[in-house]
T-cell receptor, first 113, second 113 residues
């Protein structure tokens, strides 16, 4: 039972355009959501997060949107740059208690120069 | 520099030969965790530890052991490795209190022949 789903295995975007990566979840108890970026031969690097009490969080070119009623979150990258080419994982957690994290399967983003 | 260090980075071994992957963090984090990454399956949690001497199973604990005798170290033990444990392994840590992301090591690629 996949509680966190990233239905798009890959995405290609032209440099300078917007990249939108999507993530769906099933567990309504999740209250903390994160996006990680992963380059080959490196560990995942934290990118941005959002608490369930918010619907938007912005950090520079990166914005995460949370739609609790739809159990959906998305990561927007504007403008996209070639250095953004990586695998992006979304993750969800219940922060009270065990801090257990559930990750999606990842979306490979390729930004074309 | 704040970091999570895993060793070894690469290991090829044979079925049944006990091995240990070490993980150490220098951020004084209470929470540590082990994940494995497999194609199409994303990051799956093996074990996690909320603090010294406190460990619990993640989603795929079978065939693995962990121990947490010191705050900074969280080794992953494969008592009798099998080929289905061939994977890319990541250790992560985070502090407690508030909403904090996990910090990951650079990974250990294990091949069990």
């Amino acid at each position: 039972d996949q509680q966190v789903k990233q239905n798009s295995p890959s995405l290609s975007v032209q440099e300078g355009r917007i990249s939108i990566l999507n993530c769906d979840y099933t567990n309504s108890m999740f209250d903390y959501f994160l996006w990680y970026k992963k380059y080959p031969a490196e560990g995942p690097t934290f990118l941005i997060s959002i608490s369930s009490i918010k619907d938007k969080n912005e950090d520079g070119r990166f914005t995460v949107f949370l739609n609790k009623s739809a159990k959906h979150l998305s990561l927007h990258i504007v403008p996209s740059q070639p250095g953004d080419s990586a695998v992006y994982f979304c993750a969800a957690s219940v922060q009270s208690g065990t801090y257990k994290y559930i990750f999606g399967t990842g979306t490979r983003l390729k930004v074309l120069a | 520099e704040a970091q999570v260090t895993q060793n070894p980075r690469y290991l090829i071994t044979v079925t049944g030969k006990k091995l240990t992957v070490t993980c150490s963090q220098n951020m004084n984090h209470e929470y540590m965790s082990w994940y494995r990454q497999d194609p199409g399956l994303g990051l799956r949690q093996i074990y996690y530890s909320m603090n010294v001497e406190v460990t619990d199973k993640g989603d795929v604990p079978e065939g693995y052991k962990v121990s947490r005798k010191e705050k900074r170290n969280f080794p992953l033990i494969l008592e009798s490795p099998s080929p289905n444990q061939t994977s890319l392994y990541f250790c992560a840590s985070r502090g407690t209190g508030g909403l904090q992301p996990q910090h990951f090591g650079d990974g250990t690629r294990l091949s069990i022949l």
